[in-house]
C-alpha cells in the first residue's frame, strides 16, 4: 500500500547574530515560529523574517523553513 503524506505544519526557524565571541566569530542565536500557514509560499516566509529582524538590532543570518507532513498508509 503506498504511503501517503499530507502537511501537517510549517515551522519558520531564524538564526540572527547576537554578538561576538573573544575569538571574533559571529555568536549566534535561533528562534523558532510555529504554526506558519503551509500553504504560505517560500517568498513570504523569507519576507516576514526580513521585516521582522528588519526592526530588531540583530542581523538576520539565515531564514529555514521546516514543513512538516504525517505520513500513513
Not at 505544519?9 to 504554526?35: E, R
Not at 521582522?52 to 538590532?57: A, V
Request: overall charge negative; aromatic content about 6%.
Amino acid at each position: 500500500m503506498p504511503v501517503v503524506a499530507s502537511a501537517k505544519d510549517t515551522v519558520m526557524v531564524v538564526t540572527y547574530q547576537i554578538g561576538l565571541t573573544a575569538q571574533g566569530s559571529p555568536k549566534l542565536s535561533q528562534h523558532s515560529f510555529p504554526n506558519v500557514k503551509s500553504t504560505s509560499s517560500d517568498q513570504d516566509v523569507y519576507d516576514v523574517a526580513a521585516a521582522l529582524y528588519g526592526l530588531q538590532d540583530y542581523p538576520l543570518i539565515s531564514v529555514r523553513r521546516d514543513n512538516r507532513v504525517d505520513l500513513t498508509q
